[in-house]
């Protein structure tokens, strides 16, 4: 099974955060800024999960994991919401457009790498 998870966010430093916990983990994470550039990079390489971002610039995250689940193989990649919200209305949207875990920032390394290992392995 792939180790690779898409990891998206338009902070620069929060990826990277992500990004270092993962690899140090065995994972190998490829970045991508927002959802437009998450689909760019899924349409060459399915990977094993995506943690991905709400607010971000060109495709917020409902509308890359809608998109992402209209695509061929992303039926079975689970897909991980991150985000400063925690409002019941905006998890209900991410959930009904297919994230199957919620995380709220700030985040905890382990808490997060606990959540990719169940999903992923």
């Known amino acids: 099974m792939s180790r690779q998870i898409l990891v998206v966010d338009d902070s620069d430093s929060v990826r990277r955060l992500i990004s270092s916990t993962l690899r140090m983990a065995g994972y190998a994470p490829v970045e991508a800024t927002d959802g437009q550039e998450a689909?760019?990079?899924?349409?060459?390489?399915?990977?094993?999960?995506?943690?991905?971002?709400?607010?971000?610039?060109?495709?917020?995250?409902?509308?890359?994991?809608?998109?992402?689940?209209?695509?061929?193989?992303?039926?079975?990649?689970?897909v991980i919401f991150l985000s400063t919200e925690n409002a019941d209305a905006l998890k209900q949207k991410a959930r009904a457009a297919g994230a199957i875990g919620w995380m709220t920032k700030p985040f905890d390394d382990q808490k997060l790498l606990g959540v990719v290992r169940k999903v992923v392995g």
Do not use: E, K
């Open 39 to 78: 689909l760019d990079r899924v349409r060459s390489a399915m990977p094993a999960a995506v943690i991905t971002d709400q607010n971000m610039p060109r495709l917020d995250s409902i509308g890359f994991i809608q998109a992402f689940r209209r695509m061929p193989g992303s039926a079975g990649v689970p």
